[in-house]
């Protein structure tokens, strides 16, 4: 690890996981006690404004610090991206070795900008919400739900139940396509080539039950007031309910498949740790910190409806490796299998109801996290005149890119493909 | 013929010690003086190889034996192979020896006479005193390396330490032989018996410490020695000091009764182990001099292995594989002889146009350095690495051959070890594809840099490019070159033998070199000839093909500003992946410090590490408890025997020389 414990021996249970641009409010999540925290006026350390300065500098190529600088006999900068293969979207690393071995890895992210946060700037919800679901095609539902909610607590408005349980189908739907899609992608990198023919066929199998659903694959516009494409009657849920039990029994002997190659797992195994330490330091979120050994899921520690009447399972790893985020994201596969059966099973029993909004932390601004596949996400909306005054946006591949670059160190380049897959990072997410 | 061929012998001889007075007043002359010598010599030596045995001068009376100068096959062929590197090597000199001082041309000079008396003695002791000669002239070149003292120093020492250790080898084979003949002359001993494979063991141990085999390479005395020193100097010792080791070995076996096949099969491991961790060894070397004196190591052991085919193919009575091993032998010397010289210079070169031998910094070489210069590195360093139709290319094959051939064995046992060797030798010779790609690659094929040293030398290219016109010739003509060689290894044989080389299909008799009873079939000529052809086309198009289609476009480095592309590989990463593959081998271990004090964990502030990536020789383990083991005594005997009480230091003076009386009167 690069850095000493602070004084006390240990590292302490608290990450920050959201500062406004003004940086006058701060979201600390307390792991010990399980809560979150707002500060205001934030106490920010220089730690943490290294990690706040990268989250918004947005806009423009720039480089994410990691803590560390090598130097030594023919020690050099191997260039990686942004246009080039293996690397899935626009994106760079700088890699220094000595050859072979990644002595460090430093991302360079923000090719990919589209300034979302500013262009929403001055339009009304519903117009801006056609930006927001662009902001990463493969996590639309969350980023979408996440800043209608906020939209929703700022102005204090009533929202029917069942738009929030239409919502969360999205979600995890979404949810178990990136899951099913990781995995096909550690099996690319793996050449795992029968399982990734097949979680291939899986992942789209879910994006065309997404577009049965809701009219469109990534689900853009599907919680647009008066949606004309959504199908959610009693016969389109049935089929749905059928469909996804199939996909189920399919997505089990798919991972058995998985678990029988051992070149598979030995290729993962002990890939790119993250320590529970470095997790929380660096204020992991998702699968890359439930993976690590810490217990955090939004679902379940920051629920809203539906999530506080459903059951909804834990998936927990304590290795850190590659493996182990794998195997969270298969059991949150299951387990966002399982939620969309009980939401399905219940959808009738909350016809009508409405639900009301926790109060905002100021009048007009709403900051709501949610659990997207890759983890964690917070958006921040204040609202002026009906129309959005101001968008702050926190998502999980930003906060866990230097985990990845922490793991890599001391990879080899080979592992590189397996342990950027195996956090489920977005340059598309990380820009904006 | 014979008399002409006499005079030139003692001429050639007279004039390359000549050099080192005449070197005081100008060095330049010095060096001219040795260059005609040393043509001279190359010329007497084809006169022999031709015409037979020449003896310049003979005398008697000053020491026990009879003693002349002479020259027969064998010593032809070694004289001149060495000939042709020093013509090489003494005309790269008078225009690389930039010394205020005279001395390096002086010792240059002594060294080169010193290895003539040790190719020309017929008289042990002769052969003795050039041998420690040589030891000490060569010492005394690397001392006149420029650069850090302390290297210098450390690395001349390494080199004396290891000489005088050879030395006392040999002095031990040659008392043996003494022992057995009764005399220091070079005459055949007839007798076989136990001392026999002492005389063996002795001479290969012996003059194996010079040709720096395993398990002698250490970690790397030979590397040290070699790449410290001039690069005139390092050509030298690398190709002709290791070829007197190489002749010596050689001269001593003809000398020696037909040996047990132990002889060969212990040949054939030493070999192996030798080129296998001189290849590995020059893999992950980032020196300039330090890689190719690695690959001195595994081409040396490659000579070991042929001859040690030769020797058990002899014992077990396969005459077709000895001859052939034989000539293998004798081709790889010469093919290892001509090609090391080369790309020592070439390293020289190197140094002189870019100021650095760190390949690591080297990249490129220099903007408009002549063409010369970087075609003898490209034809030395791709020979090195067996590539058609050049002379190491030649010899390599001709080794696997010998090694395939292993089946002819008896013994199993034996045709065993063949295997392994041959499995050991391929390996070597991949691992030398990876060095020589490196050498390669980070000097003459990079992106040609600019330098503010001046380029273009032809002072120092043309003897390069010259050599390098060898290297191809020798590749090329390899079957009129071993018939030529016939009378050498027939010399070594004791009787007359036939160059194993033939003609098939339509290539003409005497284009091809055969081995076995046809076993293998391969003719560099025709082989030669292909290539060319091969190319006329593409050189016709490229001469009247019409304009060029070019498109100059900037350099596209992913899509990033070019200021990120000037990074660029290292040849230490080249390589890097063996060192962590092998690990288990070369000992790899990286330490990684702190380059600065401890900061807090600050994410803004990067903190500075320092990484270190170290290879280690499982042999200097060895040593390295062999010396302190050593140290141990000493102290121990220091501290119990010498200091204040008298009366012990007289006991124990008593009780050596009462051993040294028993021991006396028992051998009488």
Aim: hydrophobic share 50%; charged share 15%; glycine share 10%.
């Amino acid at each position: 690890m690069s850095a000493p414990p602070p004084a006390g021996g240990s590292v302490p249970a608290r990450a920050l996981t959201y500062v406004d641009a003004e940086r006058t409010l701060a979201l600390r999540t307390d792991y010990e006690r399980k809560e979150t925290i707002f500060e205001r006026p934030p106490e920010l350390s220089s730690e943490d404004l290294g990690l706040v300065e990268h989250w918004q500098a947005r806009g423009r190529p720039h480089r994410l610090p990691v803590g560390e600088s090598v130097e030594g006999y023919g020690v050099f900068t191997f260039p990686y991206g942004p246009v080039t293969m293996g690397v899935p979207e626009s994106g760079a690393f700088d890699i220094r070795t000595y050859g072979e071995r990644v002595l460090e890895l430093v991302p360079e992210v923000g090719y990919k900008s589209r300034r979302i946060a500013s262009a929403v700037v001055g339009r009304v919800p519903a117009d801006a919400l056609l930006r927001v679901e662009r902001f990463a095609g493969n996590f639309s539902a969350s980023h979408a739900a996440a800043f209608l909610g906020a939209v929703e607590v700022a102005n204090g408005i009533r929202v029917p139940e069942e738009e929030l349980w239409t919502r969360a189908l999205a979600q995890e739907l979404q949810r178990v396509y990136n899951h099913v899609r990781l995995i096909a992608r550690v099996a690319e990198a793996a050449s795992q080539n029968v399982g990734l023919a097949q979680a291939h066929a899986l992942a789209e199998e879910s994006l065309r039950l997404m577009a049965r659903t809701f009219g469109h694959r990534w689900a853009f516009g599907a919680f647009a007031p008066g949606n004309r494409f959504r199908r959610l009657g009693p016969d389109d849920r049935r089929a749905l309910g059928e469909r996804l039990r199939a996909y189920d029994r399919e997505f089990a002997s798919l991972w058995e498949l998985f678990l029988g190659s051992r070149t598979f797992i030995d290729r993962i195994q002990s890939t790119a740790l993250v320590s529970r330490a470095d997790a929380i330091r660096w204020g992991a979120v998702g699968p890359t910190l439930r993976a690590s050994g810490v217990a955090w899921d939004d679902r379940l520690r920051a629920p809203s409806p539906p999530y506080t009447d459903l059951f909804v399972p834990l998936a927990q790893g304590s290795e850190g490796d590659a493996l182990a985020r794998v195997l969270v994201r298969e059991e949150e596969v299951r387990s966002s299998l399982l939620l969309v059966e009980q939401m399905l099973d219940r959808w009738t029993s909350v016809r009508g109801g409405e639900y009301v909004p926790r109060p905002p932390v100021e009048p007009g601004r709403g900051i709501v996290r949610l659990e997207a596949p890759s983890g964690d996400l917070v958006y921040d909306v204040r609202l002026a005149d009906g129309r959005v005054a101001a968008l702050g946006v926190r998502t999980p591949s930003q906060v866990n890119w230097p985990l990845f670059a922490l793991g890599m160190r001391g990879a080899v380049f080979t592992d590189f493909h397996f342990a950027l897959e195996s956090f489920g990072l977005a340059f598309a997410d990380t820009d904006g | 013929m014979t008399n002409i061929a006499g005079v030139l012998l003692l001429v050639s001889v007279i004039g390359l010690f000549a050099g080192a007075p005449l070197a005081i007043l100008s060095r330049r002359l010095g060096y001219a003086v040795t260059l005609v010598a040393s043509g001279l010599l190359v010329a007497t030596a084809i006169l022999v190889l031709a015409y037979g045995p020449v003896t310049a001068i003979s005398w008697s009376g000053v020491i026990a034996e009879p003693e002349s100068m002479r020259l027969d096959g064998l010593s032809a062929f070694f004289a001149l192979t060495a000939g042709i590197v020093w013509i090489g090597t003494s005309a790269f000199s008078l225009d690389y020896d930039h010394h205020d001082t005279p001395w390096l041309a002086v010792a240059y000079s002594l060294t080169l006479g010193s290895i003539a008396i040790v190719l020309t003695s017929t008289n042990f002791l002769v052969f003795l005193a050039g041998w420690e000669a040589m030891t000490l002239a060569s010492y005394w070149m690397i001392l006149e390396a420029t650069g850090r003292p302390a290297r210098t120093f450390s690395a001349a020492f390494v080199f004396l330490a290891f000489g005088e250790g050879s030395s006392l080898l040999v002095a031990l084979a040659i008392a043996a032989f003494y022992s057995l003949s009764g005399g220091f002359a070079m005459t055949a001993i007839t007798v076989a018996g136990p001392v026999t494979s002492l005389v063996f063991v002795a001479a290969l141990l012996g003059f194996g410490l010079k040709m720096g085999i395993a398990p002698f390479h250490m970690s790397e005395w030979l590397p040290i020695a070699h790449s410290s020193a001039p690069s005139n100097a390092s050509a030298v010792l690398s190709s002709t000091l290791t070829l007197a080791g190489v002749y010596g070995l050689f001269r001593l076996l003809t000398l020696l009764p037909e040996g047990p096949s132990w002889w060969g099969g212990l040949l054939l491991i030493i070999g192996a182990i030798s080129a296998l961790l001189g290849a590995l060894f020059a893999a992950v070397s980032e020196h300039a001099k330090g890689l190719p004196a690695y690959s001195t190591i595994e081409n040396n052991g490659l000579i070991l292995v042929a001859l040690g085919v030769a020797l058990i193919a002899r014992a077990e009575d396969v005459p077709t594989l000895f001859a052939f091993a034989l000539f293998a032998a004798f081709f790889q010397a010469l093919a290892h002889a001509v090609t090391k010289a080369t790309l020592f210079l070439c390293a020289g070169y190197i140094e002189r146009s870019t100021g650095t031998v760190d390949l690591n910094r080297v990249r490129g070489r220099p903007k408009g350095a002549d063409a010369a210069a970087s075609g003898a590195i490209l034809v030395a360093s791709l020979s090195l690495a067996a590539g058609p139709p050049l002379a190491g290319f030649v010899s390599e094959w001709m080794i696997l051959e010998a090694l395939f051939q292993s089946f002819r064995f008896s013994v199993p046992a034996l045709q065993f070890l063949g295997l392994l060797a041959g499995a050991a030798v391929a390996l070597a010779a991949g691992l030398v594809v990876v060095a020589m790609v490196k050498f390669l690659g980070f000097t003459v094929l990079w992106k040609p840099v600019a330098t503010d040293r001046t380029p273009r030398r032809w002072g120092l290219s043309t003897p390069i490019a010259a050599l390098a016109t060898v290297i191809v010739a020798l590749g090329v003509l390899s079957p009129w070159i071993l018939q030529f060689l016939t009378p050498a290894a027939s010399t070594f044989a004791g009787y007359s033998l036939t160059a194993p080389v033939s003609g098939l299909l339509a290539v003409p008799n005497g284009w091809s070199i055969v081995s076995g009873s046809p076993f293998g079939i391969l003719s560099p000529p025709a082989l030669a000839i292909a290539l060319v052809l091969g190319l006329v086309p593409p050189l016709i198009y490229f001469a009247f093909g019409g304009p060029r289609k070019e498109r100059p476009t900037p350099v596209w480095s992913s899509g990033r500003a070019p200021s990120a592309a000037e990074e660029t590989y290292t040849s230490f990463g080249y390589s890097t992946g063996m060192r962590i593959m092998l690990r288990g081998l070369l000992g790899t271990r990286e330490i990684r410090q702190r380059a600065g004090p401890a900061i807090a964990a600050e994410v803004a502030t990067p903190e500075a590490y320092n990484v270190d990536l170290e290879v280690l020789d499982v042999f200097k383990v060895v040593y390295d408890s062999l010396v302190r083991a050593a140290l141990w005594f000493a102290d121990g005997l220091k501290r119990a025997v010498m200091p204040g009480r008298i009366g012990r230091y007289l006991a124990y003076i008593l009780v050596i020389v009462l051993i040294v009386m028993v021991y006396t009167a028992l051998a009488l």
